[in-house]
């Protein structure tokens, strides 16, 4: 192995910092007492008269000065020691320099030197499966092969702590799914390694996954009872478990309720014969909908459909979030009307004539004083999206309309 004590022998010789060519020959110098000095060596006389920024680029040059990294061989050699070890060394190497980041707070820092070393070990890890021989051997290498039982047992050692360090690091950095798979990884190894048991259940809860987390704390307190961190986390996972297994009734209350109240609403619209259809793209009505009023979960009941009331002369519509089935037209058009659009005064509970399309593609003209349900029940109509769709037109007006509407609807038949 390179020697860093040689490396910088040679790089010394490279840049003429020996003193072995210093020369006494040539013009005297004098100090201020007159006494002759030497001539100074070739290489302090090229550092004569030059500034410190000129020093400093001078010194830049040199492996073991350089602040700015360029292509050199030494450079390349000086970074090479940390790679000429063994696996064993190199990871361990990489790991300690994790563990100061990490000491540090670096997290970020930490995490790829801890990457590093779990390269080199799973690297070995995987030759070892594939049945392929180990690297060759150096001289200086320590006797002994990188598949010795001993030694292949401590680099699962240096890979089990390595891998459980950067959990440590994924928690910091709020990769929990990271963490759980560091720690996976390190459990592989060694079923009984309490520090990945507590990281990982730490990454479970913040993850939402309780009951894991808890699994995570039996196993780690099946390891060491006393673990008072562990016996703390055990407290805290119980806690959120508890408020999982609320939250999940709560849900499965609701789910349930859902499902108990769209069931009595079929059986509603069936019993009375009302038509419903869904399209690919209903409308977004927020907390609209058909609903049995007053209480949801009462066949008893009555049904409240959302109307829009639609203006085709003048493109205007409304909305009426709640159209009860026992209601008539005239009580919600005896507040909407006139609306404030209508500059002429045609819009008037008493002027206006109704329509709703029928399943056909025709017309059938609604009376204002009719209930709802006698409308729509029988089949003739249909509500579309939850929504009772209905035309209102002034009196002169509504003829007019009505050709047109038919004409329409013939001439898309056609196509």
């Known amino acids: 192995m390179v020697q860093l004590e040689e490396l910088i022998e040679a790089a010394a010789s490279k840049y003429n910092f020996s003193d072995s060519n210093a020369q006494t020959s040539g013009t005297p110098s004098q100090d201020g007492s007159g006494v002759p000095l030497p001539d100074l060596p070739p290489e302090r006389k090229a550092t004569t008269g030059k500034t410190a920024d000129e020093l400093w680029a001078e010194l830049n040059k040199s492996p073991l000065f350089m602040t700015e990294l360029e292509d050199n061989d030494d450079v390349a050699a000086l970074q090479a020691l940390a790679y000429e070890g063994t696996p064993l060394e190199n990871a361990s190497d990489f790991k300690e320099r994790g563990n100061e980041c990490f000491r540090e707070k670096k997290w970020s820092d930490a995490r790829e030197f801890y990457d590093k070393g779990v390269a080199i070990l799973t690297a070995e890890e995987r030759r070892r499966a594939k049945g392929e021989p180990p690297r060759a051997r150096e001289p200086e290498d320590p006797p002994g092969s990188d598949d010795d039982p001993d030694e292949v047992a401590r680099q699962r050692g240096v890979l089990e702590s390595t891998y459980v360090n950067r959990a440590a690091c994924q928690l910091e950095l709020r ?180 329509y709703m399309e029928t399943v056909a593609g025709g017309l059938v003209k609604m009376g204002k004083k009719v209930p709802l349900l006698t409308v729509l029940s029988g089949g003739k109509v249909e509500v579309v999206d939850d929504v009772v769709r209905i035309f209102v037109l002034p009196k002169a007006r509504a003829e007019g309309w009505v050709q047109e509407f038919k004409a329409k609807k013939a001439a898309e038949k056609k196509t």
């Not at 990769?175 to 990945?196: E, G, I, P």
């Open 175 to 354: 990769n929990f799914r990271s963490c759980t798979l560091d720690c996976a990884a390190a459990l592989k190894l060694n079923r009984r390694n309490v520090k990945a048991l507590y990281r990982s259940a730490r990454a479970l809860l913040a993850l939402g996954r309780a009951d894991e987390a808890a699994d995570a704390c039996a196993l780690g307190l099946d390891a060491e009872p006393a673990n008072g961190a562990l016996l703390a986390l055990a407290r805290d996972v119980e806690r959120k478990a508890a408020e999982v297994r609320e939250r999940r009734r709560r849900e499965e209350e609701r789910a349930a309720r859902e499902k108990r109240r769209a069931a009595l609403l079929k059986a509603a619209l069936a019993a009375r014969a009302i038509r419903t259809r869904r399209t690919e793209q209903p409308p977004e009505m927020e907390d609209a909908r058909v609903r049995l009023a007053p209480d949801e979960d009462d066949p008893r009941s009555t049904l409240e459909f959302p109307a829009v009331l639609l203006y085709p002369a003048h493109l205007q519509s409304d909305f009426v979030k709640a159209f009860g089935e026992a209601e008539a037209l005239e009580a919600h058009l005896s507040y909407i009307l006139p609306p404030p659009w209508d500059a002429r005064g045609e819009y008037t509970p008493a002027g206006v004539e109704c």
